[in-house]
T-cell receptor, first 116, second 114 residues
Protein backbone atom coordinates (compact mmCIF):
# COMPACT_ATOMS: atom_id res chain seq x y z
CA UNK A 1 0.00 0.00 0.00
CA UNK A 2 1.35 3.39 -0.95
CA UNK A 3 -0.96 5.64 1.00
CA UNK A 4 -0.08 7.93 3.84
CA UNK A 5 -3.15 8.94 5.82
CA UNK A 6 -3.02 12.28 7.62
CA UNK A 7 -5.35 13.78 10.19
CA UNK A 8 -6.89 16.14 11.06
CA UNK A 9 -7.62 18.02 7.84
CA UNK A 10 -7.61 21.32 9.71
CA UNK A 11 -6.67 22.48 13.18
CA UNK A 12 -7.17 25.68 15.11
CA UNK A 13 -5.25 26.34 18.30
CA UNK A 14 -4.53 29.30 20.51
CA UNK A 15 -1.06 30.79 20.72
CA UNK A 16 1.03 28.70 23.08
CA UNK A 17 -0.99 25.56 22.44
CA UNK A 18 0.48 22.26 21.22
CA UNK A 19 -1.07 21.17 17.93
CA UNK A 20 -0.59 17.51 17.08
CA UNK A 21 -0.86 16.16 13.55
CA UNK A 22 -0.97 12.42 12.96
CA UNK A 23 -0.03 10.21 10.05
CA UNK A 24 -0.33 6.49 9.39
CA UNK A 25 1.18 4.30 6.70
CA UNK A 26 0.92 0.71 5.50
CA UNK A 27 4.06 0.09 3.50
CA UNK A 28 6.70 -1.40 5.80
CA UNK A 29 9.35 -0.59 3.21
CA UNK A 30 9.10 3.09 4.04
CA UNK A 31 12.26 4.20 5.81
CA UNK A 32 12.16 7.98 5.67
CA UNK A 33 9.43 10.14 7.17
CA UNK A 34 9.66 13.91 6.63
CA UNK A 35 7.29 16.71 7.46
CA UNK A 36 6.94 19.62 5.07
CA UNK A 37 5.56 23.06 5.85
CA UNK A 38 3.83 25.13 3.19
CA UNK A 39 2.87 28.79 3.46
CA UNK A 40 0.29 30.28 1.07
CA UNK A 41 1.78 31.00 -2.34
CA UNK A 42 4.93 29.03 -1.60
CA UNK A 43 6.15 25.54 -2.25
CA UNK A 44 6.50 23.00 0.56
CA UNK A 45 9.73 23.16 2.53
CA UNK A 46 11.29 20.46 4.68
CA UNK A 47 10.62 21.07 8.37
CA UNK A 48 11.91 17.97 10.12
CA UNK A 49 12.43 14.30 9.26
CA UNK A 50 12.90 11.00 11.03
CA UNK A 51 14.08 7.50 10.21
CA UNK A 52 12.61 4.39 11.85
CA UNK A 53 15.65 3.64 13.98
CA UNK A 54 14.60 6.33 16.51
CA UNK A 55 11.29 6.97 18.23
CA UNK A 56 11.54 10.72 18.60
CA UNK A 57 13.33 13.66 17.06
CA UNK A 58 13.27 17.28 18.18
CA UNK A 59 14.29 20.37 16.31
CA UNK A 60 13.50 23.55 18.16
CA UNK A 61 9.78 23.64 18.89
CA UNK A 62 9.01 20.80 16.47
CA UNK A 63 9.01 17.15 17.51
CA UNK A 64 8.33 14.00 15.54
CA UNK A 65 7.16 10.94 17.45
CA UNK A 66 7.46 7.64 15.62
CA UNK A 67 5.78 4.34 16.45
CA UNK A 68 7.15 1.66 14.17
CA UNK A 69 4.92 -1.16 15.41
CA UNK A 70 1.78 0.90 14.91
CA UNK A 71 3.08 2.36 11.65
CA UNK A 72 2.24 5.85 12.84
CA UNK A 73 4.10 9.10 13.28
CA UNK A 74 3.09 12.51 14.47
CA UNK A 75 4.22 16.11 14.56
CA UNK A 76 3.98 18.17 17.72
CA UNK A 77 4.52 21.92 17.76
CA UNK A 78 5.41 23.24 21.18
CA UNK A 79 4.46 26.80 22.19
CA UNK A 80 2.80 27.38 18.82
CA UNK A 81 2.90 30.88 17.35
CA UNK A 82 0.74 32.68 14.77
CA UNK A 83 3.72 32.45 12.41
CA UNK A 84 3.34 28.65 12.49
CA UNK A 85 0.03 28.99 10.65
CA UNK A 86 0.57 26.97 7.49
CA UNK A 87 -0.30 23.69 5.86
CA UNK A 88 1.70 20.73 7.10
CA UNK A 89 2.28 17.60 5.08
CA UNK A 90 3.63 14.32 6.32
CA UNK A 91 5.32 12.07 3.80
CA UNK A 92 7.10 8.77 3.47
CA UNK A 93 9.48 7.15 1.05
CA UNK A 94 11.64 4.10 0.67
CA UNK A 95 15.23 4.02 -0.49
CA UNK A 96 15.29 0.26 -0.25
CA UNK A 97 14.59 -0.39 -3.89
CA UNK A 98 16.96 2.21 -5.25
CA UNK A 99 16.30 4.93 -7.75
CA UNK A 100 13.22 6.75 -6.61
CA UNK A 101 14.34 7.98 -3.20
CA UNK A 102 12.51 11.18 -3.98
CA UNK A 103 9.25 9.40 -4.68
CA UNK A 104 7.77 10.88 -1.57
CA UNK A 105 4.21 9.84 -0.87
CA UNK A 106 2.48 12.76 0.81
CA UNK A 107 -0.45 12.91 3.15
CA UNK A 108 -3.26 15.24 2.13
CA UNK A 109 -2.14 17.98 4.49
CA UNK A 110 -3.33 19.69 7.64
CA UNK A 111 -4.16 23.37 7.61
CA UNK A 112 -3.05 24.79 10.94
CA UNK A 113 -4.24 28.13 12.22
CA UNK A 114 -2.72 29.54 15.39
CA UNK A 115 -4.84 32.32 16.89
CA UNK A 116 -3.11 35.20 18.72
CA UNK B 1 14.21 31.01 -1.60
CA UNK B 2 14.66 27.32 -2.43
CA UNK B 3 16.73 27.99 -5.54
CA UNK B 4 14.23 26.15 -7.75
CA UNK B 5 12.66 28.36 -10.42
CA UNK B 6 9.35 27.60 -12.10
CA UNK B 7 7.68 29.41 -14.96
CA UNK B 8 5.06 30.53 -15.60
CA UNK B 9 3.61 31.26 -12.16
CA UNK B 10 0.07 31.41 -13.50
CA UNK B 11 -1.46 30.03 -16.66
CA UNK B 12 -5.03 30.14 -17.88
CA UNK B 13 -6.04 28.10 -20.88
CA UNK B 14 -8.97 26.30 -22.43
CA UNK B 15 -9.95 22.65 -22.52
CA UNK B 16 -8.23 20.69 -25.25
CA UNK B 17 -5.18 22.92 -25.28
CA UNK B 18 -1.55 22.06 -24.55
CA UNK B 19 0.79 23.84 -22.16
CA UNK B 20 4.40 23.52 -21.10
CA UNK B 21 5.65 24.20 -17.61
CA UNK B 22 9.32 24.85 -17.06
CA UNK B 23 11.58 24.18 -14.11
CA UNK B 24 15.18 25.09 -13.35
CA UNK B 25 16.58 23.06 -10.47
CA UNK B 26 18.95 24.26 -7.78
CA UNK B 27 22.51 24.60 -8.91
CA UNK B 28 24.19 21.21 -8.64
CA UNK B 29 21.01 19.16 -8.27
CA UNK B 30 20.73 16.38 -10.79
CA UNK B 31 17.26 15.14 -9.91
CA UNK B 32 14.03 16.88 -10.83
CA UNK B 33 10.59 15.84 -9.64
CA UNK B 34 7.14 16.98 -10.66
CA UNK B 35 4.19 17.03 -8.28
CA UNK B 36 0.57 18.01 -8.79
CA UNK B 37 -1.26 19.66 -5.91
CA UNK B 38 -5.03 19.84 -5.86
CA UNK B 39 -7.42 20.50 -3.00
CA UNK B 40 -8.90 17.03 -2.88
CA UNK B 41 -5.83 14.94 -3.75
CA UNK B 42 -3.07 16.77 -1.95
CA UNK B 43 0.44 16.44 -3.38
CA UNK B 44 0.66 13.72 -6.01
CA UNK B 45 4.00 12.56 -7.36
CA UNK B 46 4.05 12.61 -11.15
CA UNK B 47 7.54 11.81 -12.37
CA UNK B 48 11.24 12.02 -11.55
CA UNK B 49 14.23 12.61 -13.81
CA UNK B 50 17.85 12.13 -12.92
CA UNK B 51 20.56 13.63 -15.10
CA UNK B 52 18.37 13.52 -18.18
CA UNK B 53 16.84 10.11 -17.72
CA UNK B 54 13.48 9.10 -16.35
CA UNK B 55 14.00 7.54 -12.90
CA UNK B 56 10.54 7.00 -11.46
CA UNK B 57 6.96 7.40 -12.50
CA UNK B 58 3.96 8.09 -10.32
CA UNK B 59 0.38 8.99 -11.08
CA UNK B 60 1.13 10.72 -14.35
CA UNK B 61 -1.55 10.64 -17.02
CA UNK B 62 -0.70 9.53 -20.53
CA UNK B 63 -1.66 13.03 -21.73
CA UNK B 64 1.23 14.38 -19.67
CA UNK B 65 4.89 14.01 -20.47
CA UNK B 66 8.13 15.41 -19.16
CA UNK B 67 11.76 15.62 -20.05
CA UNK B 68 15.00 16.83 -18.57
CA UNK B 69 17.48 18.57 -20.82
CA UNK B 70 21.31 18.47 -20.83
CA UNK B 71 21.42 21.73 -18.85
CA UNK B 72 19.23 19.90 -16.27
CA UNK B 73 16.18 22.09 -16.62
CA UNK B 74 12.95 20.18 -17.02
CA UNK B 75 9.67 20.69 -18.80
CA UNK B 76 6.29 19.18 -18.05
CA UNK B 77 3.98 19.02 -21.05
CA UNK B 78 0.25 18.78 -20.47
CA UNK B 79 -1.93 18.12 -23.49
CA UNK B 80 -5.62 17.68 -24.30
CA UNK B 81 -6.31 19.60 -21.13
CA UNK B 82 -9.43 18.92 -19.11
CA UNK B 83 -11.10 20.95 -16.39
CA UNK B 84 -9.81 18.48 -13.82
CA UNK B 85 -6.22 19.27 -14.73
CA UNK B 86 -6.55 22.63 -13.01
CA UNK B 87 -4.07 22.47 -10.16
CA UNK B 88 -0.78 23.72 -8.81
CA UNK B 89 2.16 21.97 -10.40
CA UNK B 90 5.34 21.89 -8.38
CA UNK B 91 8.81 21.09 -9.44
CA UNK B 92 11.35 19.97 -6.88
CA UNK B 93 15.01 19.11 -7.07
CA UNK B 94 17.52 17.25 -4.98
CA UNK B 95 21.03 15.98 -4.90
CA UNK B 96 20.64 12.31 -5.72
CA UNK B 97 22.48 11.03 -2.72
CA UNK B 98 21.15 7.87 -1.17
CA UNK B 99 18.80 8.50 1.71
CA UNK B 100 19.26 12.24 2.07
CA UNK B 101 15.65 12.62 1.15
CA UNK B 102 15.25 16.39 1.15
CA UNK B 103 13.44 17.89 -1.78
CA UNK B 104 13.60 21.59 -2.59
CA UNK B 105 10.36 22.83 -4.10
CA UNK B 106 9.77 25.75 -6.40
CA UNK B 107 6.83 28.09 -5.86
CA UNK B 108 4.68 26.26 -8.36
CA UNK B 109 2.80 26.97 -11.56
CA UNK B 110 -0.92 27.47 -11.11
CA UNK B 111 -2.82 26.09 -14.09
CA UNK B 112 -6.44 27.01 -14.65
CA UNK B 113 -8.32 25.21 -17.40
CA UNK B 114 -11.56 26.89 -18.45
Amino acid sequence: QQQVKQSPQSLIVQKGGIPIINCAYENTAFDYFPWYQQFPGKGPALLIAIRPDVSEKKEGRFTISFNKSAKQFSLHIMDSQPGDSATYFCAASSGRYGGSQGNLIFGKGTKLSVKP
Amino acid sequence: DSGVTQTPKHLITATGQRVTLRCSPRSGDLSVYWYQQSLDQGLQFLIQYYNGEERAKGNILERFSAQQFPDLHSELNLSSLELGDSALYFCASSVETRNTGELFFGEGSRLTVL
